[in-house]
């Protein structure tokens, strides 16, 4: 699934770039045309006006005029040899409105985007007519980034469709993994409870019913932690300086002889709103972890810091470490870096701190060869 929404992410960014600059090649070849066309219009027009100021009494203007009057599109400023405004043409009047220098301005930016038409008046003075682009063309130009806005937009809100139909997609498949787990657990669970008690009945049994009892216990802790995925947990205040010192001293029992595990808090009493057996399992997945990235050999040292508006647990190995290019992978259902990995404890984990405890959980820290370190940040 999440491959799939990789694929579809790239190829609705490759065919949003495909139109974009399909788009913007044929705009631009569209406003060179139109641009054209309207200083074919200007030229026209100029020398139409200059017909005007030439023409006898008795000459016929019927065409001039009308050259001269359908122009109502392309903005068009006369300034005489001193550069002084003489008339104008095809402007908004409400522009002039409170802008006493609007027509500067506009003549002074006319000046940048066209070469002027020079008429002659006289044999001692010229008129100099600039103008500027048609609001159409000014609207065709500005299409392409319109357009890109609206592609970004479309875009942007199918990948959110996609991520979260990928995301609800996970959940069912944790939930009925999960809950199919709990369920298949309870009878030979059940069934163990059952020989435990007869065991029980009999003095000479005892050291072996209580090594079994630990085991059924255990077996029925990890059965509840399966059978509150999908449900929403119920957070209680919690010392979790002694609920993470109980985990680390569980696993230094099954640790390798080679291996040493410390807890380091500055105060003995951290509290912060868990659930404490999802809690255990994200904490004692992070120490397995560490455990295998060493290989037999090494240290795990876990550091709880209690900052005024959240907690923060740093679990550090001093194992094989995880390349950069990983750090974020590991957390992907399915990755692992372990030949006999599911990829599923650090997705897990992740979930149960950022769906049930609204915090975080990453790699602060990974060195080759060097070690790791995973941060559990939550808020108080």
Not at 54 to 67: C, F, M, Y
Not at 113 to 119: A, E, L, N, R, V
Not at 228 to 250: F, H, R, T, W
Request: proline content about 4%; overall charge positive.
């Amino acid at each position: 699934m999440f491959k799939q929404y990789i694929g579809w992410k790239f190829t609705l960014i490759s065919v949003a770039v495909v139109i974009i600059v399909t788009t913007i090649w044929f705009v631009n070849n569209l406003t060179e045309k139109i641009q054209q066309e309207e200083t074919k219009k200007v030229a026209t027009w100029v020398e139409a006006y200059r017909e005007l100021l030439q023409a006898s009494p008795d000459a016929n203007l019927n065409l001039v005029g009308e050259i001269i009057t359908t122009n109502t599109t392309i903005p068009m400023i006369l300034t005489d040899d001193h550069g002084k405004i003489i008339d104008h043409r095809n402007f908004d009047s409400s522009k002039f409105v409170g802008q006493s220098g609007y027509l500067d301005e506009q003549l002074a930016s006319f000046k940048k985007q066209h070469p002027p038409f020079i008429m002659a008046i006289d044999v001692h003075s010229n008129s100099y007519i600039y103008y500027g682009d048609s609001l159409i063309l000014k609207q065709i130009r500005y299409y392409p980034y319109i357009q890109l806005l609206v592609v970004a937009l479309f875009i942007g809100i199918v990948l959110f469709a996609l991520s979260s139909t990928n995301r609800a997609t996970q959940n069912l498949v944790w939930v009925g993994m999960a809950k199919e787990t709990a369920h298949q657990l309870g009878t030979p669970l059940s069934s163990m409870e059952a020989w435990l008690e007869i065991l029980k009945e009999k003095e000479e049994n005892a050291p072996l019913a209580n090594e079994l009892a630990k085991d059924v216990n255990r077996l029925k802790l990890i059965s509840d932690r399966f059978s509150k995925i999908g449900s929403v947990p119920n957070l209680e205040e919690c010392n979790i300086v002694a609920q993470i010192d109980n985990m680390v001293a569980y696993i230094r029992k099954r640790a390798p002889q080679k291996v040493t595990l410390s807890l380091q808090s500055a105060e003995q009493e951290v509290s912060a709103m868990i659930s404490p057996p999802l809690f255990d399992w994200v904490v004692e997945n992070l120490l397995k972890n560490a455990l295998d990235a060493m290989e037999g050999k090494g240290s795990i040292t876990v550091v709880i810091e209690n900052h005024p508006a959240h907690i923060t647990v740093d679990v550090t190995d001093t194992g094989k470490g995880i390349p950069k290019a990983f750090h974020d992978k590991i957390f992907h259902p399915g990755f692992s870096t372990k030949k006999r990995g599911w990829g599923l404890g650090l997705s897990l984990a992740k979930r149960i701190i950022q769906d049930y405890h609204k915090g975080r959980l990453s790699v602060k820290w990974s060195e080759v060869n060097k070690g790791t370190t995973f941060r559990i940040w939550l808020r108080k």
